[in-house]
C-alpha cells in the first residue's frame, strides 16, 4: 500500500521559512498526483498546493500564493513545501495527500492516501 511519511515542522518565527517533506513508499511515485493540505483544530481541511503527477499542473490555494512552492523529486520519491514569508495564522497541521493520476482538485475527499500530519508553529 502507498505510504506516506512526512518530516519536518516545529516552530519558526513570523517571517521566516521552512519547507516539510512527504517521503511516498509502496507506489509508483510517478503515478500519484500529490497535494498539501492544512488544519486548525476547530475548522475544516484547508487546500495548500497541488501538483500533477508529472509535475505538471502546480496550483495554489489563495493562503499560500506568493509565498509557497510545491515540488516533487522523483528520485527520492519525495514532495517539498517551501514556506517562506510566515504569518501566524500559517501555524496549523500540514498533510501531504496523494492521489492516482488525478488532474487537479483542491478538494480533500479526492485523496485516498494521507501523511500522519506535522504541526507547524508560527510564532511572533
Known amino acids: 500500500q502507498v505510504q506516506l511519511v512526512q518530516s519536518g515542522g516545529g516552530l519558526v518565527q513570523a517571517g521566516g521559512s521552512m519547507r516539510l517533506s512527504c517521503a511516498v513508499s509502496?507506489?509508483?511515485?510517478?503515478?500519484?498526483?500529490l497535494a498539501w493540505f492544512r488544519q486548525v483544530a476547530g475548522k475544516e481541511r484547508e487546500f495548500v498546493a497541488f501538483?500533477?503527477?508529472?509535475?505538471?499542473?502546480?496550483s495554489y490555494g489563495n493562503v499560500a500564493k506568493g509565498r509557497f512552492a510545491i515540488s516533487r523529486d522523483n528520485r527520492d520519491n519525495t514532495l517539498y513545501l517551501q514556506m517562506n514569508s510566515l504569518k501566524s495564522e500559517d501555524s496549523a497541521v500540514y498533510y501531504c495527500?496523494?492521489?492516482?493520476?488525478?488532474?487537479?482538485?483542491?478538494?480533500?475527499?479526492?485523496?485516498?492516501?494521507w501523511g500522519q500530519g506535522t504541526q507547524v508553529t508560527v510564532s511572533s
Open positions: 495527500a496523494a492521489a492516482l493520476y488525478l488532474l487537479e482538485t483542491p478538494a480533500a475527499k479526492n485523496y485516498l492516501h
Open positions: 509502496g507506489g509508483a511515485f510517478s503515478s500519484y498526483s
Open positions: 501538483i500533477r503527477w508529472n509535475g505538471a499542473g502546480i
